[in-house]
């Protein structure tokens, strides 16, 4: 059984792999031009805990690539009749791949535009027991080497309130 925060960043997920997703709302965002550094098949949506540098050297994912995972639970204990009353971080860590660092700062701008437009419609209950109020915040990491193209990743952080009985 998975724990509450797991269960909403995996239903962020869900939101995120549906038809007018994630890869619907990035390709709305990217001008004409720029739509050929969008793979494919779109944005690939990873779920857990497993780190994404690991992910990506054991695996075969096409960039650009969303990981959502629980990052930290805090059980404050303020509902006096619930078992668990607190807090739970779910993040969205968004890697882009270019040959150039512009193309970089191009898509790493797109994929933040697209994760905080699709995270403010989702204000409200994510599920029984947990309540998004639209507050996030992002940090960029700087741009690195990863094979023969450069890479960037950005984090997304978002905060939910939890109440379970």
Not at 54 to 60: C, N, P, Q, R, V
Not at 92 to 100: F, L, N, R, W
Request: hydrophobic share 45%; proline share 2%.
């Amino acid at each position: 059984m998975l724990h509450i925060g797991d269960e909403c960043a995996f239903a962020l997920a869900d939101v995120f792999e549906s038809g007018d997703g994630l890869t619907a709302k990035w390709r709305e965002l990217m001008i004409d031009e720029d739509r050929e550094l969008l793979a494919p098949n779109g944005v690939t949506v990873i779920r857990g805990q497993a780190p994404l540098e690991l992910l990506l050297k054991s695996t075969s994912i096409q960039l650009p690539v969303c990981h959502v995972y629980c990052r930290k639970m805090q059980n404050d204990m303020r509902g006096k009749f619930n078992a668990v009353s607190g807090r739970a971080e779910v993040v969205v860590e968004c890697t882009v791949s270019g040959v150039a660092v512009e193309e970089l700062t191009k898509q790493t701008s797109t994929a933040i535009a697209a994760i905080t437009e699709m995270l403010a419609a989702q204000r409200g209950s994510w599920l029984a027991g947990a309540y998004y109020d639209g507050a996030w915040s992002v940090d960029v990491s700087p741009a690195r080497l990863g094979g023969k193209q450069f890479l960037q990743s950005c984090r997304v952080a978002v905060a939910l309130d939890i109440r379970k009985a």
